[in-house]
């Protein structure tokens, strides 16, 4: 056996607490997926036009908090690094409902189920959408203690309304690239 072998190779890994875990733990499968969506709003942002102004920041911003969550999920509650954590609160999610209102009033209302495409940006937020709804369910599925319930709720909460973000932001970049949205016709 190579002595050059990390304990990555053996199929575990730190948590942020310190623990030692498998790689299919769900705390590590939920942080996998978070990441996976960091990037995928990554493309969704360099996918924008122009400097992608405002939007490009609101998705660095989100970008920002996945990583907070992240850290957090890879957090036991009863670990000290808990305490030195950015919680996410109410005011997290009122203000992902507010760009979520700031969005949809200036699309025309929804005339049916779309398919997802159109302009490689909205592409990208449609893809980001489905990757915030599989970190959602692997979110859910952490064994939580009774501490930690309540901290998980307001993260899953948090990214069941990204997922709406994300999917008016999709309808927003096709109406800003002049892309008609494809209704599907069942």
């Not at 002595?3 to 730190?14: E, K, Q, W």
């Not at 942020?16 to 709003?41: F, I, N, Q, Y």
């Not at 049916?112 to 909205?122: D, M, Y």
Request: proline share 4%; net charge negative; aromatic share 4%.
């Amino acid at each position: 056996m190579n002595a050059n072998v990390g304990s990555g190779d053996r199929g575990m890994t730190s948590l942020l607490s310190g623990e030692r875990v498998p790689k299919t733990h769900p705390r590590v499968e939920a942080c996998g997926e978070l990441d996976e969506l960091a990037s995928v709003l990554g493309a969704c942002a360099a996918s924008l036009a122009g400097d992608g102004g405002e939007l490009r920041r609101e998705i660095q911003d989100i970008q920002g908090t996945l990583l907070h969550i992240g850290a957090s999920l890879a957090t036991s509650d009863d670990s000290p690094t808990a305490a030195m954590l950015r919680g996410l609160g109410a005011e997290d999610i009122r203000a992902l409902e507010r760009a979520i209102e700031r969005i949809e009033a200036a699309l025309p209302p929804l005339q049916g189920f779309i398919l997802p495409g159109g302009h490689p940006s909205a592409a990208w937020a449609h893809v980001a959408r489905t990757v915030c709804r599989r970190a959602e369910r692997r979110a859910l599925a952490i064994p939580a203690d009774r501490g930690e319930t309540s901290r998980l709720a307001v993260i899953v909460a948090w990214l069941n309304r990204l997922s709406s973000y994300l999917f008016v932001l999709a309808r927003f970049c096709n109406a800003e690239h002049g892309v008609q949205e494809t209704v599907w016709k069942g």
